[in-house]
């Protein structure tokens, strides 16, 4: 089955500690983007990567980091550094030449 | 820069009702634009699309017209059901290319709808 998934699902830290969460597609898809979700808030863009070895900051960029070593993964890692992680983390792809995008399920991710 | 407005919810409604969700837009360019559905505790999915004025997305008896006079896309359907107990969310994409776009995605705050039986 073609599609996006993220894991896990749920993720608990404690304070302090890095976490690195999991983004894979195998829609052969060039571009992928990183977004935060807050309760009663919309969608903010952390990072995204038009291609292989490249990516941009987004809105929310600060204490988080990404790599994009696979067109297929896209791991985003945040930092000690990001003063509220908790948070619903999706992460998303787009069809080459398309400009709508398809979301993986998302990591709930609780600091303690 | 580009934004969307949504109306706030939550809205709560009697199965079988009509529904209409808000949103408005300010965009530079030609931006195509979205309706996306998100059940507890999972992604959003596409719901459906317009990329050109006067378009009419339609999808699951959802429907909304691309409107550039009036600068909306508002969601309609003609009866709801306690399946489309949902948040939806109103999004915009500049046109690839167009002005150096990057394709990204501007998302409305999400309208919470709860449709009781």
């Known amino acids: 089955d073609g599609g996006i998934t993220q894991s896990p699902k749920y993720l608990f830290r404690k304070e302090g500690q890095n976490v690195t969460l999991s983004c894979e597609q195998n829609?052969?898809?060039?571009?992928m983007y990183w977004y935060r979700q807050d309760p009663g808030q919309g969608l903010r863009l952390i990072y995204y990567?038009?291609?292989?070895?490249?990516?941009q900051k987004g809105d929310i960029a600060e204490g988080y980091s990404v790599s994009r070593e696979k067109k297929e993964s896209f791991p985003l890692t945040v930092t000690s550094a990001q003063k509220n992680p908790t948070a619903f983390y999706l992460c998303?792809?787009?069809?080459?030449?398309?400009?709508?995008?398809?979301f993986g399920p998302g990591t709930r991710l609780t600091v303690l | 820069g580009d934004s969307v407005t949504q109306m706030e919810g939550p809205v709560t409604l009697s199965e079988e009702a009509f529904l209409t969700i808000n949103c408005t837009y300010t965009a530079t360019g030609y931006p195509s634009l979205f309706w996306y559905v998100q059940y507890p505790g999972e992604g959003l999915q596409l719901l459906l699309k317009a990329t050109k004025a006067d378009d009419k997305g339609s999808n699951k008896g959802f429907e909304a017209t691309y409107r550039k006079e009036t600068t909306s896309f508002h969601l309609e359907k003609g009866s709801v059901q306690v399946s489309d107990s949902a948040v939806y969310f109103c999004?915009?994409?500049?046109?690839?290319?167009?002005?150096?776009?990057?394709?990204?995605?501007?998302f409305g705050k999400g309208t919470k709808l709860s449709v009781k039986p």
């Open positions: 829609l052969n898809h060039d571009a």
């Open positions: 998303a792809s787009r069809p080459n030449g398309g400009n709508e995008q398809f």
């Open positions: 990567s038009q291609i292989v070895n490249d990516f």
């Open positions: 999004a915009l994409s500049d046109r690839m290319g167009y002005g150096g776009s990057q394709g990204n995605l501007i």
